[in-house]
């Protein structure tokens, strides 16, 4: 009965204690560093560099108190995917993680140069069974509504680089279906 007593009362206590402080918030994803992608937010209809035969529509949107972007890429042929990028505070670095239809993820890391986004990472098989690359992913703000997304391809660890992709992000209409 005495311990019960005593358990009581510590509780009692504990809950009459008011802390010192409250505690410290999470950092806000507020700052310039966290906006370097913000170009990219939108709807967009997506062609080839130089082509008008539509190959994809993506969706960009900025998620989670504007910590995480993210992107849904569905192309009007073949299998769909999406990635996932965000900020790392610590390092100032972007991170990407790719995602497609077939098994597997690409896993990228850059951040802004000369007013470009700039992302690098390894692709397993990007040139056929056995044949990974390295491949350098350049986002270009054209204007308002135009996004390039560059892609090249390096199979002998960036001496030398080759185009894999070329697209122009094409603002929807709000109108548009």
């Known amino acids: ?20 402080s409250p ?4 950092p806000a994803c507020d700052t310039p560093a966290h906006s370097g992608f913000d170009f990219w937010i939108g709807e967009w209809d997506v062609f080839p560099n130089g082509g008008q035969k539509q190959v994809a529509r993506s969706k960009i949107e900025k998620l989670y ?8 890429w569905m192309p009007l042929q073949g299998a769909g995917g999406g990635s996932f990028n965000s900020l790392d505070p610590v390092t100032g670095r972007w991170h990407q993680t790719w ?8 896993e990228f890391e850059g951040g802004m140069a000369d007013g470009k986004m700039v992302l690098n990472g390894y692709w397993a098989a990007i040139g056929g069974p056995g044949k ?3 491949v350098r992913m350049t986002y270009t703000a054209q204007d308002p509504d135009t996004v390039r997304q560059h892609g090249e391809v390096s199979y002998d ?3 030398s680089w080759t185009t894999s992709f070329d697209l122009i992000y094409r603002r929807r209409e709000e109108n548009s279906q």
Do not use: F, H, W
């Open 1 to 20: 009965m005495i311990t019960m007593l005593a358990s009581l009362a510590m509780l009692q206590s504990v809950a009459a204690a008011k802390p010192s």
């Open 23 to 26: 505690p410290t918030p999470p």
């Open 65 to 72: 108190a504007g910590c995480a972007i993210r992107e849904n």
């Open 99 to 106: 995602v497609g239809s077939s098994p597997g993820r690409v």
């Open 132 to 134: 990974d690359g390295l």
């Open 157 to 159: 660890y960036g001496l």
